[in-house]
């Protein structure tokens, strides 16, 4: 995964300003180290929170935001979602150590600018910032190979869901979000993830919604469960 080069010499003059968003000090430190090595990047904030993140985001200018997934307090999808609002011109780079499908999808749903895994080079990192910061799209190799193998496989017979799954279902197709999931089934709320992870996958589809109307052509659910108040769950 390399940037075109005429991305590259565009920008020559020009560099392109970074907000670095990791929980943990060794990663941030590190990412910071291999993007300050090339001379057309520059740091300009770096933060352990979504909360903290968007706080110096209103006081710089960024081209890119570098954001991990798992944050404490809000997600990193939290904060693609508010920055989208806030700074349209900015564009998100996820980089996360999860390529689970509910994330990926997700994110891509949001319209963020890539999504790469940490297990990728630090030239990789650098092209694919330069390449996000022009408008280039960026897909991790892996995450990309992971959607079409789960596209060509279709869905999965219905009984291949787990009781807890088709229990996730139903709360979906009521319009729970996770954390009302979470709280109804008395579960945490990475498992609710994975959960709603796994079920995306054997129906073979790539959203939520995409889930709940499958499930309902397919009666997986019952349609009154569609219609239920999802103020229920408040």
Known sequence: MTAPESVSSARAHTPIRVVIVDDHALVREGTRQILEMAPDLNVVGVAGSAEEALEILASVTADVALVDINLPGLSG??????????????????????????????????????????????RELVDAVRAVADGIFVLDRAVSQRLIRRRRRGPDTVSALTRRETDVLELLAKGRSNKQIAASLNLGLRTVESHVSNLLGKLGVTSRTEAVTYALNHRLVGASSYDDDADAAD
């Open 77 to 122: 999808l939290d904060l693609a979602r508010e920055s989208a609002q806030r700074w349209p011109l900015m564009h998100v780079l996820i980089l996360s150590a999860f390529d689970e499908h509910a994330y990926v999808t997700e994110a891509l749903e949001l319209g963020v600018g890539g999504y790469l895994l940490k297990t990728t080079s630090g």
